[in-house]
């Protein structure tokens, strides 16, 4: 009897290899805030080539701080402490990459990251505390930095706030500090439009730390 012929096994076809998924990048990854001396792509305004109001918002989310925190007044004071009209939430390339590498002590190394500014955080909040001889530059440059661009004062309500950031810490504590608050409230409910003078900004520091002498 002739043997049946062994029938060979189909062949399976290979299925097709599956394309590797790019990983997403962890949103607390250490991303480079200056890379090879240019801002760092994650924040960089593509149009502008400086930094917006996104990448400084994307920047308080890495640090895990929020945009109100005090310690970004302190961040913005070494960044625009130069520029003669500052607008909040705004960088040019070189703002950002000099004044970044200012708080670093003129460091060269132009590969600055994250981690590296989230080191300083305690630093720059020491600043925004007496006896550190930048609270009063860092109070005095607030006014400029808060106001709107273009205009000589500073509104009531954006005053106000910036106060309370600095409230709690000597000069600005104890029932005068209080009662000039509850002033300047009364006063912009009562005349629409009511905005604070750089004069009246830079005096109030004087007035009181002169009060405070005096109790």
């Known amino acids: 009897k002739k043997k049946a012929a062994k029938k060979s096994p189909a062949k399976k076809k290979k299925a097709p290899a599956k ?58 004071y070494h960044m625009l402490d130069k520029s003669e009209d500052p607008t909040m939430g705004e960088f040019s390339a070189s703002e950002w990459t000099e004044g970044l590498s200012k708080i670093f002590l003129g460091t060269k190394d132009y590969m600055l990251r994250v981690s590296d500014l989230k080191s300083k955080l305690p630093t720059l909040r020491a600043q925004m505390e007496p006896p550190a001889p930048e609270f009063k530059r860092i109070y005095l440059f607030a006014f400029m930095f808060m106001k709107e ?33 509850k002033f300047v409230e009364g006063k912009s409910e009562k005349a629409k439009g009511f905005r604070i003078t750089k004069d009246t900004w830079s005096l109030f520091w004087n007035f009181l730390e002169a009060m405070q002498d005096d109790l």
């Open 19 to 76: 394309k590797k998924a790019t990983p997403k990048t962890p949103a607390n990854a250490d991303h480079p805030l200056i890379d090879r001396g240019e801002v760092g792509s994650r924040y960089v305004d593509e149009e502008k080539g400086g930094v917006g109001i996104d990448g400084v918002m994307q920047l308080c989310e890495d640090l895990e701080i929020q945009p109100e925190d005090k310690v970004m007044l302190a961040l913005s």
């Open 149 to 181: 661009s273009g205009q000589k004062g500073l509104d009531a309500e954006n005053a106000i706030e910036t106060w309370k950031l600095f409230g709690g810490s000597a000069p600005f504590t104890g029932t005068l500090f209080a009662d000039w608050i």
